[in-house]
């Protein structure tokens, strides 16, 4: 497939990649909704496999780029979507920001010990990652990275005791009369928990099951070919332009394959689901990670050791990103300067100054 791109014009190969860019886009919302109703039908939500359900449902885009990658060893790019995935989707987080109501920021309402632990464990996930970078191509475990190994047994660990923790989520507040007043103030909206209680979405109600499923299924499938042809031109794309196929797989394939989030994640602020929209977040950066002992598997070797210095950069970036956030969930900012929290501008120079430092190393 890649030779069939490389005789193409690059303007027909940009047409194709963007016509499956907004096939992910709306495949990833319709997998978000259906996702929903199947949660609220067999009462998934709470158990540990329909939590694996759900993340691996929200993430297929990402899944089927690496698939495609890590089929013709196009590591870069596998390495540059996860990673550079990380830091993109925190971004997303700044116009999460800008879309909340009234006078007080996003991290303002949301903020809670809960949130601060999710943040953390998708921090510890991509420092294990970070790690993995070091390890030497010839010390595998079955053609694995240990790392990638590593990512998924904390991942499965932490998810159980995430998921125990939301049963009784506890607010961040301390007993100072300004504090209890600023509590009164917070409108975090729905958490995990109480996804179930929400009625089928909309478009499924009156629908069956069967009817839902096959929805599914068809959104995964037309998921799966769009991110087979992202990888193949977004490859394309890089080599004629004479970018990259990392940078551009963690700056513009990143993008398109979060468009799904971005959706969803405006549609749970609208709502006043503010806990939601940013735990969404977190919760599929840490997933993310674990998406590389498939790459490991199918590529049959250990693909985190074959990091380069930027990728290495865009690891850290995402770290120090999630630990602003990790912060501000403590001490929340309570003034918003252009629709924006200070937290929200940290990000944005941070995500600059990141990709600044990228392309200088990238030389």
Known sequence: MGSLFEQQSLLVIWVIFLVAGLATWFTGITLAKVTDTLDTRWKIGDALGGLVLLGIAGSLPEIAVVWSA??????????????????IQTLIIVIFDLAVKGKRPLSFHAGSRLLLFETLFAVVITALALGGMFIPKETTIFQ?????????????????????ARTNPVNVASADEQALEREKERKPGRHHRHRRAVENHPFYVGKSTLYVILIFVFACVVTLIAGVLLEETGNAIADKMNIGSGLFAATVISLITSLPEISTGLESIFMGDHH?????????????????????LVAKQPVLSFSQHTDMLLTVLAIV????????????????????????????????????GFTMINK
């Open 321 to 356: 990103m999630m630990g602003v956030y990790m912060f501000s969930f403590v001490r929340p900012p309570q003034i918003r300067y252009l629709r924006l929290g200070w937290d929200s501008f940290c990000q944005i120079i941070l995500y600059i100054a990141g990709m600044f």
């Open 276 to 296: 939601l929209a940013i735990s969404d977040i977190m919760g599929g950066n840490a997933f993310m990670l674990v998406i590389f002992i498939m790459a490991d």
């Open 144 to 164: 694995m990275n240990p790392a990638s190994i590593a990512i998924v047994l904390v991942w499965f660990g932490g998810l159980f005791m995430i998921n125990k």
């Open 70 to 87: 890590a089929v013709n060893h196009h590591f870069p790019v596998i390495i540059g979507n996860l990673i550079g995935g990380l830091s």
